[in-house]
């Protein structure tokens, strides 16, 4: 079901109906038929085909991936069953499209009936999902999945919204600390589970001796994974970096850093379109880090599209196309740099091992260690939370 308006939304939606839908194990069998169907749907969508993260929720949802993640959450001799816990509100970011359909994703494998809070803002990869999702819940086959899942635009403080967290039986809230910090006061049940995505950072490592030594066609396809990192969202994702360490002696930095200028700034000129009021708004965040470090900070504006930054405040997390670059010679030099919030830590040509080494020998955690172009790849594991067994009740038989 899909409620299009807040009107629509406070006049049509129907909780009790809602909860009339049983709860289903994890990983039903109806439900991964349908999440495979779906998978095909995008997969052969022509509207799909320009918007790589909807076709990459579309991978996602393939019968071998999904079987995949079934054999990691269920084990062939389990003495116990796992079972939605109920209705499930998902609360979505307002500034990245498909992080929606993941949090979804996670409630729907769980067994939960859902109520998806989806962006108000306009992004057409969201409304291509949705018209798919629908057309197959309109079949004989999947018409139950479509009564006991709905998807809704509403203002965060309205009243039927804040009536439903009172009456849901989980809630995944992702969004800023402000958006933390309003749901966590909302009265809810008291066995109501609750899962926070606040506010994180994340930072990429890059070898300069392995830029440099890329050929042409590797340069591009290295461009193309950091682009799906970060531009893609405008680096409003968690997982997105806002930090590059080039690692290397400083003329292999200088030589890595006017290749990547280079080529990226290229790959940008076709690929990304960054709107008049986004232009503006990269000045206005500048000025702003400026005010919270109480000094100046060196702007390398490369192109209108790719700024660095050279501060070494932890303050301050840019978007739009502006990274903070630090050259490092030793890997460990990144460990005065982690945050306090550092999720992801991406890298390019060093051993991920080496980095984890490196931080736990430093007392320092993060949440994720992945390569370049894996920044958005959701699992059902994110911030350290097993969302699966979050967000589904186990039962014991003995």
């Given at each position: ?45 022509p ?25 990691s ?7 116990s069953f ?13 500034n ?34 949705l ?112 930090i ?8 292999k930095q ?10 990226m700034?290229?790959y ?41 930054l050279d ?9 739009l ?34 980095l ?43």
């Amino acid at each position: 079901m899909l409620y299009k308006s807040e009107k629509e939304f406070q006049e049509n939606f129907d909780l009790q109906t809602l909860c009339q839908k049983n709860s289903k194990p994890i990983f039903a069998e109806e439900r991964v038929n349908f999440l495979v169907s779906l998978s095909k749907s995008i997969l052969r969508s022509p509207a799909a085909k320009e918007f790589p993260d909807l076709i990459t929720f579309g991978y996602y949802c393939r019968k071998s991936n999904l079987m995949k993640l079934k054999l990691s959450q269920i084990a062939p001799d389990s003495d116990s069953f796992r079972f939605g816990l109920g209705t499930c509100l998902h609360i979505a970011p307002s500034n990245i499209p498909m992080n929606f359909a993941f949090s979804f994703l996670m409630g729907f494998l769980s067994g939960n009936r859902n109520i998806v809070r989806i962006p108000t803002k306009k992004f057409e990869q969201l409304d291509v999902f949705l018209n798919l999702f629908l057309e197959l819940c309109h079949t004989n086959e999947f018409k139950n999945i479509g009564l006991a899942n709905c998807f809704v635009r509403t203002e965060r403080d309205s009243n039927k919204l804040i009536e439903l967290v009172a009456n849901s039986d989980a809630l995944v809230v992702w969004g800023g600390d402000r958006t933390v910090k309003l749901f966590r006061q909302l009265d809810k049940k008291p066995l109501c589970i609750e899962v926070y995505f606040p506010d994180r950072v994340s930072s990429v490592v890059l070898d300069c001796q392995h830029l440099i030594s890329l050929n042409e066609v590797q340069m591009e396809s290295f461009c193309r994974d950091f682009y799906n990192d970060t531009y893609l969202v405008d680096q409003n994702a968690c997982s997105s970096p806002s930090i590059i360490y080039w690692y290397g002696n400083e003329a292999k930095q200088d030589q890595a850093k006017q290749k990547f200028i280079h080529q990226m700034n290229k790959y940008l000129e076709s690929s990304y379109d960054l709107a008049t009021v986004s232009k503006i708004d990269k000045f206005i965040d500048v000025i702003t880090f400026c005010e919270k470090t109480n000094g100046s900070i060196n702007v390398e504006q490369t192109s209108g599209k790719l700024w660095l930054l050279d501060t070494d405040s932890q303050e301050i997390k840019p978007k739009l196309g502006t990274f903070i670059s630090k050259g490092i010679t030793k890997l460990d030099e990144i460990s005065t740099y982690i945050r306090k919030n550092e999720q992801t830590l991406l890298y390019f040509g060093i051993d991920p091992k080496e980095l984890l080494t490196m931080i736990v020998e430093h007392g320092k955690l993060v949440d994720r260690i992945v390569p370049v172009g894996q920044a958005l790849s959701i699992g059902m594991h994110w911030d350290g939370k097993n969302l699966i067994d979050t967000l589904s009740k186990k039962i014991e038989l003995r």
